[in-house]
């Protein structure tokens, strides 16, 4: 038996598979999309951090993130992929704290920042791209780990 070979044709960003349009696809070069998706989870807004890159904040249950971009070229475009992260003053969280939660979560890698705040971060790579539903998906995998966080740790 031979590989099958791929029935999807791609066409402008779109693929369609049997003459049906099928999920757009989103990559970390569509910071204004992400934006759209980000929305759909609560308040956001885009924005560039220091180095020129783009970079959404936001703010699900009323918890504050941000969403970095990286790999991008000198003028802020064609990144590779993107990190989630929030972070919170006036928790007495510890190391041990975060490893614990670190050995036993796969979504949201903790750590102590050097202010001694708690950080909770994670890295999408949306280099080639993937779905809107697959980033949505990956919305509802931050939200639970921030909920989870914030229930555990602090």
């Known amino acids: 038996m031979g590989a099958r070979k791929p029935t999807g044709l791609l066409l402008s960003g779109l693929l369609l598979v ?5 999920d757009p696809i989103v990559t970390a070069q569509q910071p204004e999309a992400i934006l ?3 929305r759909g989870h609560g308040s956001a807004s885009l924005k560039t951090d220091a180095s020129g890159d783009p970079m959404i904040e936001g703010r699900i249950d009323g918890t504050k993130y941000f969403i970095f971009f990286y790999g991008c ?12 992260a929030a972070a919170w003053s006036g928790y007495d969280v510890t190391v041990v ?11 949201g890698k903790a750590y102590i920042d050097g202010d001694g705040d ?9 280099d080639y791209g993937v779905t809107l539903s697959n980033l949505d998906d990956t919305f509802k995998w931050w939200t639970r780990a921030l909920e989870g ?5 602090l």
């Open 36 to 38: 759209n998706v980000a």
């Open 118 to 126: 708690p950080v909770l971060a994670m890295t999408v790579n949306i």
């Open 73 to 84: 070229n000198d003028e802020g475009k064609d990144c590779d992929d993107i990190q989630f």
């Open 18 to 22: 049997g003459g049906v349009q099928a």
């Open 97 to 107: 704290d975060a490893n614990r939660w670190n050995s036993k979560k796969r979504f």
């Open 149 to 153: 966080f914030k229930e555990e740790v």
